[in-house]
């Protein structure tokens, strides 16, 4: 039963949920509603499930006093189906756990820290998105293999550099002079217009917070220390789709230039004329092969998406058809139409893509790190600072093989590594935990980093699991209303749905004590055939009389009259059928005109009313079996389950739902 399913069949089974506007449940204090022994239900849980209904489209305070009692009623039902499936065991099925711990994983997630840093983290990519950077850099980048005093060299550098353009240095010509990007030469590190994602993200972090003018501190990056300085701020256009004719040229070869340069201008002067037909002109000259045969259309794109010519040139067209005059490119000579311009798309539209894009990045890296600063900060990490460099120092060099023999000869397998929210893990923990981990690989180098780090990660997020189990009160109930909803399916599995399915005894006894239900009303053999071509309709009709109902006549009128009818036979209740009820039963051959159709009837033998068979009534006899079960079940439960209903908190639960 997957995730689906179970929610829609705790809000249809359960209760009869309606849409109402209540307080944080957090908030909601503990009263028992009702109990039975020592079995308690808090008013808080039959809250929840309430609440799980809002918005379906009842106003605020809307809960009438029998949609009330009926919801109470069915939550009581409800909870008497969970309490038993407990006293079977049904929560102690390998089944059960496993399907519970698969629901427990997805719960979860939306209360995390990792999933508010997530959150955070697309909203501020998305809300940078609505606009685009003009930015100018230098780059600084170290030799290989660089030393410590080779990095600050470089830094020196930078700092000089940046200390040149706040004394009126042009950072363009700057770059031509100092900068380590090959691309300098050409741009002098100007980078055009980029939006979020488009940029390293130490790149961007810094782009997006400099005031246009203002020059950065050096930047670093895992190409170096960059220098950069914003040159313009724009609101996103969102995209854009233009078609294109290509006229290429080698940029080395001079004439050759030239010569595109004219071709491109006859080409131009070309689509002015009024007869012209684009997409003809994209196919006899355009040198892009990809797309000469499509009319010239690329794939829609945005800002930093295409070198700065192009997309400037593309998002200055303004009107749909717009065609741009030649533009020159390293690729060579273009001619643009605008095919259409659309914004940016809603944050919810953008989610998973900006998702899958961010967590490609290092940024997931830094994520996961601040995940980890707030966890250790929440529940009191306290590490072993004077052992852990000790440690690292010794044990990086230990084969994985080697490594507990060699905490026991230094004395460290019983210290205290870290200490997290009163709890003490040591060096033998750390142990414990490499160990059971089979699937994953041994590493070969930094033994005791790689696995402490790992080590710490999975405690920290045992660690915050523990804490909403035990504090979180919206989590505590989610978890508990799928739970108790795994529960509820598999005792009504067990003792309803497929017990009345596969007891054929019980089917029978039951189809024996009700036969009364299960009655023939007077029947007919018919044989119905409705007229659907006009021109075939007497021949059907010499066919047709003075023959009886029978599979050869049916087989011989279906091969003689293969098309102009439509056909339908069987043993029908002919009292109530809306055609047959109008027929004498008494003759074979009839006619009859309905709703501007004609039909010609032929009938057969009559059955007078009696009783179905079991095998004719097996499907009745089985939906009929599970209700009988159901509501033995519940005569059972209340039995053994005697309810005493706190009628003061009942009546204090209306009144909140009503408020």
Avoid: C
């Avoid at 059972?636 to 009546?651: D, M, R």
């Amino acid at each position: 039963m997957n995730y689906r399913t179970l929610s829609a069949f705790l809000l249809i089974v359960s209760l009869k949920l309606v849409g109402l506007s209540l307080p944080s449940i957090a908030q909601v204090q503990k009263e028992i509603l009702f109990a039975s022994g020592q079995k308690e239900v808090g008013k808080e849980e039959f809250m929840y499930l309430i609440s799980k209904g809002k918005g379906v489209g009842n106003a605020p305070g809307s809960l009438s006093r029998d949609e009330f009692e009926e919801n109470f009623d069915l939550f009581l039902k409800f909870k008497l189906k969970v309490w038993e499936a407990e006293s079977l065991g049904l929560d102690t099925t390998e089944e059960f756990r496993r399907e519970f711990a698969s629901f427990k994983e997805s719960l979860i997630a939306p209360f995390l820290i990792k999933n508010s840093v997530q959150e955070g983290e697309l909203r501020k990519v998305y809300g940078r998105m609505q606009e685009m950077v003009r930015a100018s850099h230098i780059l600084f980048q170290f030799p290989p293999s660089a030393s410590t005093e080779d990095s600050l060299t470089v830094l020196k550098m930078a700092l000089k550099v940046k200390a040149e353009i706040e004394n009126g240095g042009d950072i363009n010509s700057l770059a031509v002079a100092y900068s380590d990007d090959p691309s300098a030469k050409i741009n002098k590190g100007d980078l055009g217009y980029f939006t979020s994602l488009q940029m390293v993200p130490q790149f961007e972090e810094a782009a997006f917070g400099l005031p246009i003018g203002t020059v950065s501190d050096p930047v670093l990056t895992d190409f170096g220390y960059h220098i950069l300085q914003v040159k313009d701020r724009q609101p996103n256009p969102g995209e854009v789709s233009v078609s294109h004719i290509l006229v290429r040229f080698d940029s080395e070869n001079a004439s050759q230039e030239e010569s595109a340069r004219r071709k491109v201008g006859d080409i131009y002067a070309e689509i002015q004329k009024e007869s012209t037909v684009w997409e003809e002109i994209v196919r006899a000259f355009s040198e892009d092969p990809s797309t000469k045969d499509k009319g010239g259309v690329l794939p829609w794109f945005g800002i930093g998406a295409m070198i700065p010519e192009f997309e400037v040139a593309a998002f200055s067209l303004t009107e749909v058809g717009e065609i741009s005059p030649p533009l020159k490119t390293p690729y060579g000579y273009h001619i643009l139409r605008l095919e259409g311009k659309r914004e940016l798309a809603p944050y919810e539209d953008m989610e998973q893509s900006i998702k899958s894009k961010l967590f490609r990045q290092s940024k997931s890296i830094l994520i996961q790190s601040q995940v980890e600063a707030i966890q250790k900060a929440r529940y009191g990490f306290k590490e072993n600072e004077s052992l852990i460099p000790k440690m690292s120092s010794e044990l990086n060099k230990v084969a994985f093989e080697n490594f507990e023999a060699t905490l026991v000869a230094k004395g460290w397998k019983e210290v205290e590594l870290f200490n997290l929210k009163g709890t003490s893990y040591t060096p033998s923990s750390l142990w414990t935990y490499m160990k059971g981990q089979e699937t994953l690989p041994q590493p070969t180098q930094s033994t005791f980093d790689g696995w402490y780090a790992a080590f710490v990660r999975q405690k920290l997020a045992e660690t915050e699991e523990k804490d909403l189990e035990e504090n979180n009160k919206d989590y505590q109930l989610l978890v508990k209303e799928y739970r108790d909803g795994i529960l509820l399916f598999s005792l009504n599995n067990q003792e309803v749905w497929q017990k009345g399915i596969n007891d054929s005894i019980g089917q029978k006894v039951y189809y024996s004590n009700h036969l009364q239900n299960y009655q023939w009303k007077n029947r007919v053999q018919a044989y119905l055939i409705k007229v659907e071509d006009n021109s075939k309709l007497e021949g059907a009709r010499k066919f047709l009389q003075f023959k009886s109902v029978a599979p050869s006549t049916i087989s011989g009128f279906e091969a003689a009259f293969p098309e102009g009818f439509t056909v339908e036979s069987g043993n029908f209740e002919y009292e109530d059928h809306p055609l047959l009820s109008t027929v004498d039963v008494s003759k074979s051959y009839q006619e009859r005109a309905q709703e501007g159709d004609t039909y010609l009837i032929l009938l057969g033998k009559s059955t007078p009313a009696g009783p179905r068979l079991f095998e004719e009534s097996r499907g009745l006899v089985i939906r009929d079996y599970q209700d009988f079960l159901e509501k033995s079940l519940m005569e059972k439960l209340l039995a053994k389950y005697p309810i005493v209903i706190n009628e003061a908190v009942k009546e204090k639960a209306f009144e909140d739902l009503n408020q």
